[in-house]
């Protein structure tokens, strides 16, 4: 058996987890992936549910599949880090998961007890909490979004007989694993200052807050035993959890009882660990200038897979309205985050291909041609560029425009009301308007990234570059089109599928050194650790240029200013529906 070090990353998407074995250097030595389940309401498209013992199962199989195809001892495995979709997980007191679907088992001892980032049920509460007035909204953008976990609380506690109510807990995803994994509740600042309104900087929670919007049973005489403990108890990410693995949990992994665990991260963070320290040239190989902590300033994390997430971090607190934040602490001690984002992105592009008339057809040619879908759409749109003459596939599309919030707007406009549309319509059924759709909604999907970027600029961050992580950082056509609307390189990472999972197992290596130092580390010591082993552990990426011509860029800025028209345009409209409704 080898000396070599070795690090687990443990990732839970929106449909599966995955477990990735990782040397010190970055290098994957293994990598195993499970679905999980997520339950919808056939009556209520709103509802998005799963269930911990699910994904728990998941894991455990990826970990045992990892440490067994790179045929390592348990006792080579140094640490472990998790990250996870901010979704709502609900246990008892003892950990045992508590149903929340709607209906006489809310509240019981049962499976389906997480409620999904992108369940849409709390509406009603989020307008509630927004119209509080609380100064816990100043560090959300000004608009809580109905996909947190407070107004996901707040149904609850609504719905819930009150005596079941108050013996749950309440974590974010990315906390529920690292307390089952070390049967210690302690909190991470990034779950609870993102998600749960907690304020870092005030080292606290706002009692006030509570109050008003009818949660002020989980103020518990200031303890907040629900939501994790009081101000003190969080942890900036990586920093160890507990004892490490409990003897139980290392059974069900087969590691090492004890093996750090590091505090843990939601995933889009995790996608800014994995990618954001990266060294690249132009050929994609790995650059001697080694980039700095204050370099991660200038850099938008954007982790794309059925939503997106933009993350990017500053010295100092900047408030941008429609972007949460700013979250003081949410990764680095010290350091501020900004997350802006979009509900519905590799979500959005599946959902315009497969309810297309021609979709059967496409993948039926694209089966005969042995391609994938992307490539015979690419190609349609390459055939349909030269027949008519055009410079680029943004020409192509030219009299056509989409707004893509199907699912509502996250940022910057932070309004779950707004809904898509497309203008240009005509009668055409066939591949070709298929190719023509689907080039419009990464066109929108890029245009709205722009709006984000914008608007996360002109309140004062310098962001001058965007670095990729998830499933859509493989769609080259999109990546370039991120580059030339926004007139800024976009940096992809080694693996696209990797990044996020990555990131998390770093959190298991600075776990490891930092319990192996016993303390002896100041914050500053400990900030400085965690982004040497991020610029360690993280591969070179590949530079993609703005390249768009003349042209294309008149273009782009036409269909930018459009773009922003429409949103003005939609909200008129719903104001005079409401009007006229009343």
Request: charged fraction near 20%.
């Amino acid at each position: 058996m080898s000396s070599q070090s070795y690090y687990i990353g443990v990732d839970v998407g929106t449909g599966s987890a995955r477990a990735t074995l990782v040397k010190a250097d970055g290098t994957i030595a293994a990598s195993a992936t499970k679905d999980t389940i997520t339950y919808r309401d056939e009556n209520d498209h709103r509802i998005f549910e799963q269930s911990t013992n699910n994904i728990w199962d998941g894991i455990a199989s990826c970990i045992k599949t990892v440490v067994a195809e790179a045929k390592i001892s348990p006792d080579a495995v140094k640490g472990l880090g998790f990250d996870a979709t901010c979704s709502l997980a609900v246990a008892d007191e003892q950990g045992h998961p508590v149903v929340v679907t709607k209906g006489d088992t809310l509240g019981q001892n049962g499976d389906r007890n997480i409620i999904l980032w992108a369940d849409h049920r709390a509406e009603e509460e989020a307008n509630l909490i927004n119209s509080s007035g609380s100064v816990v909204l100043d560090y959300v953008g000004g608009t809580m979004s109905l996909e947190m976990e407070i107004p996901k609380t707040l149904w609850l506690k609504k719905h819930m007989k009150p005596e079941l109510f108050s013996r749950c807990q309440f974590f974010d995803l990315p906390d529920f694993l690292t307390y089952r994994a070390t049967n210690d509740s302690t909190r991470s600042s990034c779950s609870v200052t993102c998600k749960c309104s907690f304020l870092a900087h005030k080292s606290g929670w706002e009692d006030d807050f509570f109050h008003k919007i009818g949660l002020g049973e989980i103020i518990d005489g200031g303890e907040y035993r629900q939501l994790g403990g009081a101000g003190g108890k969080v942890l900036t990410a990586g920093l160890p959890v507990g004892k490490g693995l409990t003897k139980q949990t290392a059974e069900e992994f087969g590691l090492k009882e004890g093996t750090a665990v590091g505090s843990g991260l939601i995933d889009a963070y995790a996608g800014w660990m994995g990618t954001i320290a990266a060294r690249y040239k132009e050929d994609g190989t790995l650059s001697d200038v080694v980039p700095s902590l204050q370099e991660s300033s200038h850099r938008l994390a954007a982790v794309a897979g059925t939503s997106t997430c933009h993350i990017a971090q500053s010295p100092e607190g900047i408030f941008v309205s429609g972007v949460w934040g700013p979250y003081k602490n949410a990764v680095f001690p010290g350091f501020w985050m900004n997350e802006g984002g979009q509900s519905s992105t590799g979500q959005l592009i599946d959902f315009i291909l497969t309810t297309h008339a021609a979709y059967p057809r496409l993948v039926e040619q694209a089966k005969q041609k042995g391609v994938n879908i992307h490539v015979l759409l690419a190609e349609i749109l390459e055939n349909q560029k030269i027949e008519s003459g055009a410079e680029s596939w943004t020409e192509v599309t030219k009299d056509m425009h989409m707004y893509p919030d199907l699912h509502g707007n996250r940022s910057p406009i932070a309004d779950p009301r707004m809904r898509g549309s497309i203008v240009g319509l005509t009668l055409n059924s066939g591949l070709s308007d298929l190719a023509k759709k689907y080039n419009l909604t990464l066109e929108a999907i890029a245009l709205q990234t722009r709006h984000i970027v914008d608007e996360m600029n002109t309140k004062g961050h310098k962001i001058t570059s965007i670095y990729m992580s998830g499933g859509q950082a493989k769609n080259a056509v999109l990546m370039q089109l991120f580059a030339n609307t926004c007139n800024m390189p976009v940096v992809l990472p080694f693996s696209h599928s990797e990044a996020v999972v990555l990131g998390a197992a770093m959190l298991g290596r600075f776990a490891d050194e930092v319990s192996r130092a016993a303390g002896s580390l100041s914050e500053d010591a400990r900030g400085k650790l965690l982004w040497d082993i991020m610029v360690e552990m993280t591969p070179s990426g590949t530079l993609i240029k703005p390249s768009a011509s003349p042209k294309e860029k008149k273009l782009l800025e036409a269909k930018y200013k459009i773009f922003r028209e429409s949103i003005d345009v939609q909200k008129r409209w719903r104001q005079e529906m409401d009007d006229a409704s009343r």
